[in-house]
């Protein structure tokens, strides 16, 4: 199996450079993100729940989104592998996480960590929200919340990648394939 962490700011391209690698690696993406918006489209229980959080742009708690990932990767057997995009984002998720492999027999290959400067990605998600009228990014306090949270909750998930040697950092800013580019040589060293 092939399991990537895509580690990255809201705003840093994740969601764009999945879609292009799942295709490339035959890969199954798991977006925490877009499994809460499922959840809260279809209107359970765990997407109220998800909402409170994610309308504040604060982390919904850690138990909430082991267990959702934990459903879907038991739901994806067979698959030649993950691409984590927005999970792990913090240290006890990316803990669960190396447990969750470790029960599959399986384990996290490689992190992908695309760097952009924060004006970049303030831009980026207000033209988001116009265009996907995702309302977390229609607002710039909301996003900067966002941002604030990332930097002070997320970013030490890239040091415990980097204590076991897998933190490759990816500049984000430049054109999109030249950035798949960049993240597919990567990849290559690891297939
Ligand atoms: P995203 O689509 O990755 O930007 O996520 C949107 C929102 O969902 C975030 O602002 C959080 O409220 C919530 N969320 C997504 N992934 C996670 C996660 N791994 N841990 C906690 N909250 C998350």
Redesign the pocket.
């Known amino acids: 199996m092939l399991n990537i962490v895509l580690f990255g700011p809201?705003g840093a391209g994740?969601?764009t450079q999945s879609e292009k690698l799942i295709n490339k690696y035959n890969l199954t993406h798991i977006?925490?993100?877009?499994l809460?918006?499922k959840h809260i489209g279809e209107g359970t229980e765990l997407g109220r729940t998800?909402q409170k959080?994610?309308d504040e742009?604060?982390?919904?708690p850690?138990e909430i989104?082991i267990g959702m990932v934990d459903d879907k990767i038991l739901s994806t057997p067979g698959t030649a592998g993950f691409i984590f995009?927005?999970?792990?984002?913090?240290i006890a998720?990316a803990e669960a996480l190396d447990a969750l492999m470790q029960k599959n027999g399986t384990q996290i290959d490689t992190m992908l960590a695309l760097e952009v400067p924060e004006e970049e990605l303030i831009k980026r998600l207000l033209n988001r929200g116009i265009t996907s009228g995702r309302t977390?990014d229609q607002d710039e306090a909301k996003i900067k919340n966002?941002l604030g949270?990332y930097n002070k909750e997320t970013t030490p998930v890239a040091n415990y990648y980097n204590n076991q040697g897998k933190l490759n950092p990816i500049y984000g800013v430049g054109s999109i394939d030249e950035i798949f580019n960049n993240l597919s040589n990567v990849i290559d060293k690891h297939i």
């Open positions: 809201p994740k969601g977006s925490t993100g877009d809460f918006r998800a959080f994610m742009g604060n982390l919904v850690d989104v995009d927005g999970f792990p984002r913090t998720q977390d966002r949270v």
